[in-house]
C-alpha cells in the first residue's frame, strides 16, 4: 500500500535531483559567454545589450558575460571553439555554422510588432539620386555588409542572380564589404558607394530607422539626414528573422533554463527587452533548427555561385 509518506518522500526525492541536477550544471559552467555581432558602433552594442544580460545573469543564477564579436566569422568559430555558449546570429551566418559543422541549436527567434517573424533584404538608394532600379547601376559602386551577412551579402547575391546578374563584381565597378549595416548606411550617405544593401523589416524597424533615432547620419552641412533622403529600389522575400542558438554541447537542463529566461524576458524586465529593439519587437519564438533549413538551402546556391565564377 503507497502511504502518504512515501509520496512525500519521493516528491521530496524529485525535488532534490531537479535541485541538484540545476546546481550540476552551474557547478561545470560557472560562466556562461553571450556573443552578439554589431549592427552599431561597440559602444551602442553595449548600452543595447547590457541591461538584457544582466537580466539572463540574474534569472541564471551564473554570471553572463556579453562578448561583442568582431564580425559573423568569429561568432561561428568561438561556438566551434566552445568558448561562446549563446549566440545571436545572422539566418545566414547561422546556416554557415551549422554547414561547417559547429555544434549549435537554434532555440528562439524574434517576433516583431506586428507578430510575423521575419524581415527583408533590400538595396537603398540616395533619394536625390536617379536610381530607380538595379538596372540603372551597372558600373556603380554597390555597399555589402559582411561575406556571412543575410541581409547585406547572402540575399542581395541571390536576389541579384534572379535579375540576371550572376556575377557582382562585374557588374558594377566596386563592390565593397563596409564591416557592418551601420557602415553601409554611412557609406551611402557619404557618396561613397551608390547602392547599399541593408536589412528591414518596416519603416520603423531597421538599421536605417535605428540610426536616424540616434541622429547618426547627417548631411554636409550638419543638419540630420531624414528617412525620406533615401529610397529603397529593391525588396527581396521576407527571410526568416535570425536564431539566438546555445551550444548543442551544453546540458539540458542548462539549455531549457537558457530558452526559459529568454521567453520570460518581456514580462519579467520588459525594460531590458525593448533596449534590444527600441521597443520595435515583442517577445521572443520558440524555434528549432529545422526552421532554418531553407536558409541552408540558400547558402549553398550562394556557394555554387562562387564556386562557378572562380572556375
Known sequence: MITRRLVLAGTAALAFAGSASAEDWKTKYPELT???????????????????????????????????????????????????????????????????????????????ADGSTGYYSVFFVKASSAYKKIDDLKGKNLGLVDPNSTSGNNVPR????????????????????????????????????????NQWTSDDDSTLAQMLTKGMLKNADGSAIKKDDFRIIHKSAPIINGPYAYNAELPEDAKAAIAKAFFDAPAKDKAAFDRLSDGQKKGFHPATTKDWDGTIELIKFVDALRKKKAS
Do not use: C
Open 34 to 112: 553571450f556573443a552578439v555581432v554589431p549592427a552599431e558602433n561597440a559602444s551602442g552594442v553595449t548600452e543595447r545589450w547590457a541591461p538584457f544580460v544582466s537580466y539572463l545573469s540574474k534569472e541564471l543564477g551564473v554570471k553572463v558575460t556579453l562578448r561583442i564579436a568582431n564580425d559573423y566569422a568569429a561568432v561561428i568559430e568561438g561556438q566551434r571553439a566552445g568558448n561562446i555558449h549563446i549566440a545571436s546570429y545572422g539566418s545566414a551566418s547561422f546556416a554557415r555554422a551549422r554547414l561547417t559543422g559547429v555544434k549549435t541549436d537554434a532555440f528562439a527567434n524574434d517576433i516583431n
Open 158 to 197: 541571390f536576389e541579384l542572380d534572379k535579375m540576371g546578374i550572376h556575377d557582382a563584381e562585374g557588374y558594377f565597378s566596386k563592390v565593397v564589404y563596409t564591416g557592418s549595416h551601420e557602415n553601409a548606411m554611412l557609406a551611402l550617405s557619404q557618396g561613397t558607394i551608390d547602392v547599399a544593401a
